[in-house]
């Protein structure tokens, strides 16, 4: 299987693995196995490092999706794919008599929100979304951020997610607009292509479910009601050039996985092009991308 077959052909051919990759694995899985060249670099080993290059965004999109939701404040929420904590945290500030309980297969993720997060009512543990230890409907609702993407059977996890969620609970998720919205990654891989026309395979764009109509085809494969898909948009702010290229120098995710692998003198030519296609004004000048995400929202039916 390559990375740059079309995304509907990816999810009944990852539904065959019965087995949940860890994050790392799977994306690694798509960009045709860039990371497993090294041995000593994960593309999501460093959790500190994932928050700089991409924790902090999902910090913002967090509160949109809670708004989207339409959850309550109170109740048990699982959190699926908790990552680092912060979209955990991000809901206790605004929902402040919630429970979450956040799993994650990162072992690295899971040491990381537990050591930053303060509040007794969060928990983190280990888990696999497509086989979940928690009782039939053991959670209020359930939420999912940047995550279903890169599960190997979204539709089992899906299904793993509804039975956990008691009847007339919320299941939401959302996923980057990879192919276009979700600018600061458009611009670094248009740039890296323009260079390296190999890179395309690894381009994100070729994730699944990253479309419009993907989430909301899933959520209604589940039987799930009154399904609703719509764009969440924010506004990333840099401080500067540095504030947005440092980050896809820590190896983290694709695209810095992909920098990682670049003979050292090619990075500075691949900057320069990712600099011009942001057409700034002066290298310390601070700047704007917008960024979407494709956000779906259904409820477990009263009675099946």
Known sequence: MQADKRDDA???????????????????????????????????ADAQAYDRFMGRWSQLVAPLLMEFAGIPDGGHVLDVGSGTGSRARAIVDRKPKCR?????????????????TRSDR???????????TFANGAFDHCLSLLVFNFIPDPKKALGEVRRVTKPGGRIVAAVWDYGRDMRMLRVFWDAAVALDPS????????????????????WKLASLDRTEERPLDITMKFAS????????MLGQGPAGAYVAK??????PRLADEVKRRLALGSDSAPFELQARVWAVRGTVPRSS
């Open 10 to 44: 990816l999810i009944p051919i990852l539904s065959d693995n019965p087995e949940m990759l860890s994050r790392r694995e799977m994306v690694c899985w798509l960009a045709g196995g860039i990371v497993r060249a090294q041995p000593q670099s994960s593309m999501f």
């Open 100 to 116: 979450i309980t956040g799993i994650d297969p990162s072992k690295e993720y899971i040491a990381c929100a537990q050591s930053q």
């Open 122 to 132: 969060i928990h983190f543990e280990t888990g696999d979304a497509q086989k979940m």
């Open 199 to 218: 890179a395309e395979k690894l381009d994100e764009k070729h994730m699944p479910l990253c479309r419009t109509g993907e989430l909301s085809a899933l």
């Open 241 to 248: 050039f540095s504030d947005f290229w440092d980050p896809f």
């Open 262 to 267: 670049l003979p050292r003198d090619r990075v």
